[in-house]
């Protein structure tokens, strides 16, 4: 196994100031005596010597008097900037307060002020106007072997849109939930954001705006550029893994599709969002007793999240014997012009014709319900609550347990809250969420919402994939993991209404994952590395934990 997963001891000795300006080497007052004498640190910090647990404690305290979430927000980035283990100690051991702010939902809100944010660099700014020059760019981030890229061009950040520069904040966000949920190594990961302008009206207008002021640029002109960045990526960091997002629909798929087979990457909107969909869903099936091919899936939305979903589920069907047109059958969607049917081919793209079905045209979601007759109903249109009351009971007339995903991102984009499916449905519903969603009190049962965040999936698949130096991502990888996560929701969790995990098993829960991930590795034959005699084992010793080292 690749020794940068997770290596420690690898990062250059440094003295005095130059050691606490380093946000992996500094440990603030936690330095003991003999280090501030080694490392001519005396003098340089106040004489208390503290634990990291005596520090997190002291900055849980600060972290909670912000008023706000958008200043947790900044208080936690300013502390990753300072010392990040001390950052990953803190999401560690309070990861279900911590994770809504580094991420979801706050992080949207985070992304639309970035500029008035922005305290300092972190990850790289490549704009179209370093074409020729991205290896360049590549060899002046400071860590060398990086092994993990989250890369956004910032047109379609969550629900919100166009944000182009300011989408940094997604990357950012991605990897510290590698590092905290998955034990990838930070010294090894790297946000970046290509710029190459925005169709944004008021970013364009914004006198304040950190980006290219100028117009997205598309074409030919935009593939040379990513072409560049990739077989950049390549020549600089080996290896390395690449995970496209937030990119428009348009070319999200042309790149997974350019890119899968060619390089070492993957798509968390289609592919991630899709199996922490699929797996919530399987969780559900296993509540209600049903089974997958007796399902009708009706999905709010047809772009990345949602066609994504449907090419999973399907893939699932096939890979246990149903015919892939039955297969297929399953899975219907309502776009913004309405049912998506055969009598619609000639206006629709080529990954909604596979589900374009015969059947009548209907133009709103309650119709289409009717028509359709759905077990599952999954929003992923981000346009915010179009569950109603109706949609809610109609799904309740033809289903004992109605399946009601709400997926979309930020909050305020999801279709429907926790209580209005629950107490709309008559407490049938099998509810989850994009966004957190609070618990819900039901004729004196307590049902407590699952929240289908990628997190589930993304870190455990990027943790496998780089601990067996796969050559490429595939859709069976992403199938073993949504099977994996839905295997390892309780009975008890199921009980309460979950159909995921507890947040506070996510790094057994991404173990896991890793594991079956790289047995899909070796079984393909995508790795030219010898399979270790325990796979668990040896990939959990690799897993960054947030403590400090001593120096000597």
Not at 15 to 33: C, P, Q, T, V
Not at 396 to 408: G, V
Not at 528 to 546: C, H, K, T
């Amino acid at each position: 196994m690749h020794k940068p997963i997770a290596a420690t001891g690898e990062l250059p000795v440094r003295r005095g100031i130059s050691i606490l300006s380093n946000s992996l080497l500094n440990k603030g007052m936690a330095f003991s005596a003999h280090e501030r004498d080694s490392l001519g640190l005396r003098g340089l910090l106040p004489p208390r010597v503290l634990t990291i647990e005596q520090q997190t404690e002291r900055v849980l305290l600060n972290f909670r008097r912000k008023t706000t979430d958008l200043e947790k927000y900044i208080f936690l980035t300013m502390l990753q900037q300072r010392n990040e283990v001390l950052f990953y100690h803190l999401m560690g051991s309070h990861l279900e307060e911590m994770m809504p702010i580094i991420y979801t939902p706050t992080v949207g809100q985070a992304c639309l002020e970035y500029g008035s944010i922005w305290r300092g660099p972190r990850g790289l700014f490549i704009s179209i106007k370093d074409k020729g020059r991205i290896r360049e760019i590549l060899h002046h981030w400071p860590n060398t072997g990086v092994r993990m890229i989250v890369v956004t061009d910032g047109e379609r950040i969550l629900g919100l849109g166009d944000l182009g520069t300011y989408g940094i904040g997604i990357p950012i966000g991605k990897l510290a939930l590698y590092t905290a949920c998955a034990g990838l190594h930070p010294y090894y990961t790297l946000p970046i954001v290509l710029d190459v302008g925005t169709d944004n009206e008021k970013l364009l207008a914004d006198p304040f705006y950190i980006g290219l002021n100028q117009r997205r640029v598309r074409g030919v002109e935009y593939d040379e550029f990513v072409t560049e960045f990739m077989e950049s990526v390549a020549e600089v960091f080996p290896n390395c893994l690449v995970q496209f997002e937030d990119f428009g629909n348009h070319n999200a798929f042309r790149l997974l599709k350019s890119w899968r087979n060619k390089a070492c990457s993957f798509n968390d909107d289609i592919q991630g969002t899709a199996a922490v969909a699929l797996a919530g869903i399987f969780a559900a099936l296993r509540a209600s007793g049903a089974c997958p091919e007796d399902q009708k899936i009706l999905f709010m939305g047809a772009g990345e999240a949602g066609l994504g979903i449907g090419q999973l589920f399907v893939k699932h069907l096939t890979s246990i014997g149903i015919p892939l047109e039955q297969a297929r059958r399953t899975c219907w969607f309502v776009d913004s012009k309405g049912l998506i049917v055969s009598s619609r081919s000639a206006e629709l793209t080529e990954h909604k014709l596979e589900f374009a079905h015969e059947a009548e045209f209907c133009r709103d979601l309650p119709d289409a319900i009717r028509a359709v007759k759905p077990t599952a109903l999954i929003g992923v249109a981000g346009v915010g609550p179009v569950f109603t009351q109706e949609v809610i009971s109609l799904m309740a007339e033809n289903n004992k347990n109605p399946i009601i995903f709400a997926l979309s991102n930020p909050t305020s984009k999801a279709e429907c809250t926790s209580t209005q499916a629950i107490e709309w449905s008559g407490g049938r519903a099998i509810y989850a969420s994009g966004s957190p969603m609070p618990v819900v009190e039901f004729k004196g049962r307590r049902i407590v919402p699952g929240q289908g965040n990628n997190v589930y999936i993304f870190p455990g698949v990027g943790l496998g994939v780089l601990a067996t130096q796969s050559r490429i991502v595939t859709d069976t990888m992403f199938l073993a993991a949504a099977r994996t996560l839905a295997e390892m929701v309780t009975p008890e969790e199921l009980a309460e209404g979950r159909v995921y995990p507890h947040l506070n098993r996510i790094r057994e829960v991404s173990l896991r994952i890793a594991t079956e991930v790289a047995r899909v590795a070796y079984s393909e034959g995508l790795t030219d590395q010898p399979q270790p005699a325990n796979l668990e084992e040896e990939i959990a010793s690799r897993m960054f934990q947030a403590e400090y080292s001593e120096y000597h």
